[in-house]
């Protein structure tokens, strides 16, 4: 038995492929085949566009994949099911950075519109037509959504009048001159699943066990490890210090009047917490990576 998985092609591939690395999962890519390779016999992948994931898992094609929330509540919209795939877990992570992206309605920096309800009668362009209808259907606003085969921010204002764009940074918005007047949802990426999946022993026992390696890869993402030891005298002044995880771990040393310490940090804290660290007391300060925090 095999558990057929669905890679997104396209942005979101190579930060995907570099997930599963940190989750344990060596994935191999070739140019010239839809089939990766990965390091694991029970799984088997095909590269899917992130826009059609949410229908080949809905459709059993393949029992799980990895796509954005935008697309599966565009397939949602389209298709009228809201359970015809289930999310098994929630994977902040984009093209460009470990978050959240977004989908705005966007204008213009010179037009007259300021609010949704402007654009009442007017042409929208974007690739996510069907959940776009669906925010201005839920405002009572009418307007005409045309779907977009790209360069959607060159389209305003002679060829649309507005449009709704995915943006991590905004950068290319700003560059072609357009202003932000909505936010029409929030996304990152899901693990999902056809619903038969949960209902297989061994299938959900294989996607849960890869949804909490992800998870932990992503939470190890800009964290590190710090070991130090110093004298219990200034333990407390130490302890103080740490914006620990949870809570540092206190070990005895051999010596009664030391002990050890070991937290984890945010690795960009580190640089001003070493030496403050250090004139405290703290001795054989090591800082070292992590790949994976399951919490």
Same mark, same amino acid.
């Given at each position: 038995? /095999?558990l057929?998985?669905?890679?997104?092609?396209?942005?979101?591939?190579?930060?995907?492929?570099?997930?599963?690395?940190r989750?344990?999962?060596n994935?191999y890519?070739?140019?010239?085949? !839809?089939y990766?390779?990965?390091?694991?016999?029970?799984?088997?992948c095909?590269?899917?566009?992130?826009?059609?994931?949410?229908r !080949?898992? $809905?459709?059993g +094609?393949i029992?799980?994949?990895?796509?954005?929330?935008?697309?599966?509540?565009e397939?949602?919209?389209?298709?009228g099911?809201?359970? $015809?795939v289930?999310?098994?877990?929630d994977?902040?992570y984009? /093209?460009?950075?470990?978050g959240?992206?977004?989908w705005v309605?966007? +204008?213009?920096?010179?037009?007259p519109?300021?609010?949704?309800? =402007?654009?009442?009668g /007017?042409t929208? $362009?974007?690739?996510?037509?069907?959940?776009?209808?669906? !925010?201005?259907?839920r405002?009572?606003v009418?307007?005409n959504?045309e779907?977009?085969?790209?360069a959607?921010?060159v389209?305003p204002p +002679?060829l649309? =009048? $507005?449009i709704?764009?995915v943006?991590e940074?905004?950068?290319?918005?700003?560059a072609n001159?357009?202003?932000?007047?909505?936010t029409?949802?929030?996304s990152?990426?899901?693990l999902i699943v056809?619903?038969?999946v949960?209902?297989?022993?061994?299938?959900?026992?294989?996607?849960?066990n890869?949804?909490?390696?992800?998870?932990a890869?992503?939470e190890?993402?800009?964290?590190?490890?710090i070991?130090?030891?110093v004298?219990r005298a200034?333990?407390?002044?130490?302890?103080?210090l740490l914006?620990?995880?949870q809570?540092?771990t206190?070990?005895?040393?051999? =010596?009664?009047?030391?002990?050890?310490v070991?937290?984890?940090?945010?690795?960009?804290?580190?640089?001003?917490?070493?030496?403050?660290?250090?004139?405290?007391?703290?001795?054989? %300060?090591?800082? !070292?990576?992590?790949? /994976? %925090?399951?919490?």
């Amino acid at each position: 038995m /095999k558990l057929k998985l669905g890679l997104p092609k396209g942005s979101l591939q190579d930060a995907t492929v570099q997930l599963f690395a940190r989750a344990g999962f060596n994935i191999y890519i070739s140019s010239r085949s !839809y089939y990766p390779g990965i390091d694991d016999p029970d799984i088997e992948c095909l590269l899917i566009r992130a826009q059609e994931m949410a229908r !080949y898992v $809905a459709d059993g +094609v393949i029992d799980a994949g990895l796509t954005g929330l935008d697309w599966v509540a565009e397939h949602a919209a389209a298709s009228g099911k809201s359970d $015809a795939v289930v999310s098994v877990a929630d994977l902040v992570y984009a /093209k460009q950075s470990f978050g959240r992206v977004k989908w705005v309605l966007a +204008v213009p920096e010179d037009s007259p519109f300021k609010t949704p309800q =402007d654009l009442a009668g /007017k042409t929208i $362009a974007t690739e996510l037509v069907r959940a776009t209808e669906a !925010y201005f259907g839920r405002m009572g606003v009418a307007v005409n959504v045309e779907f977009s085969w790209g360069a959607t921010e060159v389209k305003p204002p +002679v060829l649309a =009048d $507005a449009i709704v764009e995915v943006t991590e940074t905004g950068s290319s918005l700003r560059a072609n001159r357009l202003r932000v007047i909505d936010t029409v949802l929030e996304s990152n990426t899901q693990l999902i699943v056809n619903p038969s999946v949960l209902e297989d022993e061994w299938k959900r026992t294989k996607v849960e066990n890869m949804a909490l390696l992800l998870r932990a890869a992503i939470e190890a993402q800009g964290r590190v490890g710090i070991m130090l030891n110093v004298e219990r005298a200034n333990l407390q002044t130490i302890l103080d210090l740490l914006p620990a995880l949870q809570r540092p771990t206190v070990s005895p040393l051999s =010596d009664e009047l030391w002990v050890a310490v070991n937290t984890i940090i945010e690795e960009r804290t580190v640089r001003e917490l070493m030496p403050r660290l250090k004139a405290s007391g703290a001795q054989g %300060i090591v800082e !070292y990576p992590l790949n /994976k %925090i399951v919490l």
